[in-house]
């Protein structure tokens, strides 16, 4: 009996092999859970979901910058599973540029993108909990949700914004019986940082910077989010865990 038997959860952007959203779709699947992946691309997240332990999980493809998309897929998953009972609002951008040299569209597809979708599709998955009165909203955060780092401006604030947007759906959505949490990974080896990793002198910083003197294996996030997607976390609601190897803790 897993942590998750019998809980359908939707995990966004999660089709990427090496990603925070895949790691965590692979642990709730062998808790027992029915995953739906949804990303770009349909057959990209089809694979990722064929991939899972078990079975009865779903690709769909998922513009999350699309209301209607965003509708379509959780209209969708209702209809094929019946109900959505976890949402980890996974899927996400990073653009390194210079506030100075940044276009406004860049900064704004960005904020589009990282934060008014997890509000979009949260309010789609949270309308349908609500009937049932439970489910668990998870945002991924990010060590940019307390601190700034030069270059990564809309990130950064996005990132600000989605441990303030868990915090208004914990104060609207609590007494619908919905837990709403958020999780901020420290510098974790994904394919967004692909750049920063083949760095030297970044992988050094990195090394420095956190206690733990190496960078977070996207598996070490998903523990952190089973426990919020799990009845463990029933009387959490409104917080923001790091999962950072103690990086936000320390000058
Ligand atoms: C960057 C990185 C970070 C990490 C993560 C840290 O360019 O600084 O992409 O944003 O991905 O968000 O918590």
Redesign the pocket.
């Given at each position: 009996m897993g942590l998750l038997t019998g809980k359908i959860a939707v995990v966004t952007g999660a089709a990427s092999p090496r990603g925070l959203g895949k790691a965590t779709a692979k642990l709730f699947a062998e808790h027992g859970a029915t995953v739906v992946i949804t990303d770009l691309d349909e057959a990209q997240a089809q694979a990722a979901a064929d991939d899972l332990p078990g079975e009865g999980h779903m690709g769909m493809a998922c513009n999350v910058t699309d209301k209607e998309a965003c509708f379509a897929t959780a209209a969708a998953v209702i209809e094929k599973l019946g109900a959505v009972d976890i949402l980890v609002n996974n899927a996400g951008i990073?653009f390194?540029k210079p506030m100075l040299e940044l276009e406004t569209a860049d900064w704004r597809r960005v904020l589009d993108i990282n934060l008014t979708a997890a509000f979009v599709v949260g309010r789609e998955a949270a309308k349908r909990m609500a009937k049932r009165g439970r489910g668990k909203v998870i945002n991924i955060g990010?060590?940019?949700s307390e601190l700034a780092?030069a270059t990564?401006a809309p990130?950064t604030v996005a990132?600000g914004g989605i441990k303030m947007l868990t915090k208004a759906m914990a104060a609207e959505w609590g007494e619908l019986g919905i837990q709403s949490n958020a999780i901020?990974?420290?510098?974790?080896v994904t394919d967004?940082?692909e750049a920063?990793l083949s760095n030297p002198d970044f992988d050094a910083w990195v090394k420095g910077r956190t206690p733990m003197r190496r960078w977070g294996l996207p598996e070490e996030l998903a523990g952190t989010c089973i426990y919020l997607a799990s009845d463990a976390s029933n009387y959490v609601s409104g917080q923001i865990i790091y999962a950072?190897g103690g990086m936000i803790s320390v000058l």
């Open positions: 990073q390194r990010s060590l940019t780092r990564v990130y990132k901020g990974p420290g510098y974790m967004m940082n920063l950072d």
